[in-house]
């Protein structure tokens, strides 16, 4: 538990120092970056053991990546399931071609694991700088700290896809604001590379 206290409070006062700052300054982007490395380093450095989702499908994905020659032959791969055979293009494709490349460059699965988390809180970070002066920066993202990070170690594809549908939307609070609004075509086209029920989702709020 301490580690995960200390890094929340380490973002988070960076983040409330900065928070007024001028957001295309380079001390506010440079700074935001930092706020941001240090979640992802928590992510990255847990435990395997930590979110039933990596021991599911990130740990074979991983496996099978580094197994790999071509995304081809990473797609084409499978492993043995609880009672069927799965592929890497059983799942999204956002997802597994970041899997993929991650995997094939790093042979990591801690980098991948970092990466899974900064592709979830950086748009999460976006979205929030949209309504910074209706919510304050650091209070948008304690509420993602302390309520949603945790499932965010474990609901990984789920998650990405929310924030993208956050970080175009610019609304942190209410789920049913995604597609009240415009054009919900390239939100709902960006989310579903990384998992196909937020579509069913957005479409179903509409």
């Not at 928070?19 to 295309?24: L, S, Y």
């Amino acid at each position: 538990m301490a580690p995960y206290l200390f890094s929340f409070a380490a973002s988070l006062s960076i983040i409330a120092v900065i928070q007024k700052w001028n957001r295309k300054g380079v001390g506010f982007v440079s700074w935001s970056v930092v706020s941001l490395l240090i979640p992802c380093c928590l992510a990255g450095m847990r435990s395997p053991m930590i979110g039933t989702d990596v021991q599911v499908y990130v740990q074979p994905l991983f496996d099978l990546a580094n197994g790999s020659v071509s995304f081809a032959d990473y797609q084409a791969s499978q492993w043995w399931g609880v009672w069927r055979y799965i592929h890497p293009s059983d799942y999204e494709i956002g997802f597994s071609f970041l899997v993929w490349i991650v995997s094939s460059v790093t042979h990591s699965l801690p980098a991948l694991l970092f990466v899974i988390q900064a592709a979830t809180i950086v748009p999460i970070y976006l979205g929030l700088l949209k309504v910074r002066h209706d919510i304050p920066l650091w209070l948008g993202m304690a509420v993602y700290y302390f309520m949603y990070f945790n499932s965010t170690l474990n609901l990984m594809r789920q998650w990405i896809a929310i924030a993208i549908l956050l970080s175009f939307r610019g609304q942190a609070i209410e789920v049913r604001c995604f597609c009240s609004n415009g054009n919900p075509v390239s939100r709902i086209g960006s989310a579903w590379l990384w998992h196909s029920r937020l579509e069913r989702l957005s479409l179903q709020r509409q």
